[in-house]
């Protein structure tokens, strides 16, 4: 890793000028880039993600003081103090230093903590911000393993990635966990299957004559700053709920599409023959819920609701349950070949991909032009498949690509779609680059 240790060492120069001392550790997570199973995991269902090289890393050093003091080598992001007993997330503005408090304020909850001595903290990020790639999922991680580490505390993978997917919600997501447990139970070589309730992972040995392409398309979108998101979420239970009603379920307790299936024992090809009897493709208002439901508008925005979905007037109910239940069986199928290894493999497993862009173009609705003219671009020249990644809108696209076509792929897609614009102005190595599974997150002690 000998780039790490170039970036540890100019870390180190930076923090001593920044702090006037020497870090006393440095912390590791990776960004992630997810292959197949969009939109899912806050619906219970499995992922497929894989940690990418992308990372963020804090150096740190503990200090006598009661004092978090963060500054981060981007000039973008400005520096930012405030005291440790008191840590304020402010939801309506989604800024930089939100996520580490966010891993800080989780690990101090976990145990019960006030009174923390405090820290001088450097962040580095190779990440690219609202890429889709999980920057600020691994800036929540690696501030949790940060605390962690300074209090002297021990808690398992599991223990931590549960942690963190439930402080990141401080900022105002409302995600499922799949970023967090991939950013500390990544192995190297090795995609994931990341299961939820309880929490495990895994191993899912990818086809060796392929490599997963990143390609960024250059439109930013901040799920925290945005509804599209949770939007998205407050749909899936609605229609969670709609569906529990109508299979005479205690649809009251049901939170997520995965539990509807789970209690009815059916699998997930009846799960969508039943949407097709129990909700009509038409958006619901918030009046026809509540009909559906027999509750009133009071309930439904002060009950089900999240404050920021409260003033919303139409519901895709349909169309969210349908991708929902499609993806999750596209999810086991990639997993099933993965396994099985037939000759057409990279083509079957580029076919799953493909529909899962469909499905989140047409249905789930969270892709934008540019992701879809990517994805075109992408296919056009070489890819067997290729699809949006992370929240969408925006961000990036993973594309699965046989390796013997790797360098032409490399260089048509940046002629056709990099040269243009503004996007001839994103540095080349953040806007494409080929990437294998990474390790998850680390402490390294300062030698």
Known sequence: MPILYDRLLKLKEIFNSKFGSIPKFYVRAPGRVNIIGEHIDYCGYSVLPMAVEQD???????????????????????????????????????????????????????????????????????????????????????????????????????????????????????????????????????????????????????PSGAVFVIANSCVEMNKAATSHFNIRVMECRLAAKLLAKYKSL??????????????????????????????????????????????????????ILSPNTQDVLVFKLYQRAKHVYSEAARVLQFKKICEEAPDNMVQLLGELMNQSHESCRDMYECSCPELDQLVDICRTFGAQGSRLTGAGWGGCTVSLVPADKLPSFLANVQEAYYQSGDRCLAPEKQSLFATKPGGGALVFLEA
């Open 250 to 303: 205690q649809w009251d307790k049901v939170l997520r599409l995965e539990e509807v299936q789970t209690n009815l024992g059916v699998s997930l090809e009846e799960m969508l023959l039943i949407i097709e009897d129990a909700l009509h493709p038409e958006p619901y208002s918030p009046e026809e819920v509540c009909r559906c439901l027999g509750i009133s508008l009071q309930e439904l925005q002060t009950k």
């Open 56 to 206: 963020m890393l804090i150096a740190v050093e503990p200090v006598k003081t009661h004092t978090l003091q963060l500054a981060n080598t981007n000039p973008l992001y400005p520096d930012f103090s405030t005291g440790t007993n008191n840590i304020q997330i402010d939801k309506t503005k989604p800024l930089w230093h939100n996520y580490f408090l966010c891993g800080f304020k989780g690990i101090q909850e976990h145990f019960g903590l006030s009174d923390l001595a405090g820290m001088n903290c450097l962040v580095d990020g190779t990440i690219p911000p609202s890429s889709g790639l999980s920057s600020s999922s691994a800036l929540v991680c690696c501030a949790g393993l940060v605390t962690l580490t300074v209090l002297g505390m021990n808690l398992s993978k599991v223990e931590l990635a549960e942690i963190c997917a439930k402080s990141e919600r401080y900022i105002g997501t409302e995600g499922g966990g799949m970023d967090q447990s991939i950013s500390f139970l990544a192995e190297e070589g090795t995609a994931k299957l990341i299961e939820f309730s309880p929490l495990r992972a895994t191993d899912v040995k990818l």
